[in-house]
């Protein structure tokens, strides 16, 4: 009888894994960030971000490197379409 929960518990454990992962819009196996949208323009961003970077570390508790991320924008867009779905703005984590 032990078995038979252990083998049940493992089932539940593993389906549970699948379930969270599938419902993770951005849970992806790809290895090569997700194609630019049409126009878009790399960017330096203004000496503000950096201001806003510490401002939301202090809140947050959570510290990065702002060095190590690339910014883009597309001009004349307030959003953009990507994988059929509207967005203003997009992160990837490669």
């Known amino acids: 009888?032990?078995?038979?929960?252990?083998?049940?518990?493992?089932?539940?454990?593993?389906?549970?894994?699948?379930?969270?992962?599938?419902?993770?819009?951005?849970?992806?196996?790809?290895?090569?960030?997700?194609?630019l949208p049409v126009g878009a323009e790399q960017l330096t961003p203004l000496p503000t971000y950096a201001s806003w970077w510490q401002a939301t570390e202090q809140c947050s508790g959570f510290h990065g490197d702002m060095s190590r991320i690339t910014w883009f924008a597309v001009p004349n867009h307030t959003s953009f379409i990507y994988d059929n779905i509207q967005y203003d703005g997009y992160w990837w984590n490669g």
Request: charged letters at 15%.
């Open 1 to 35: 009888m032990a078995l038979r929960r252990l083998i049940i518990r493992s089932w539940v454990a593993v389906g549970a894994t699948f379930a969270i992962a599938a419902g993770c819009r951005d849970f992806s196996l790809a290895l090569a960030p997700p194609q």
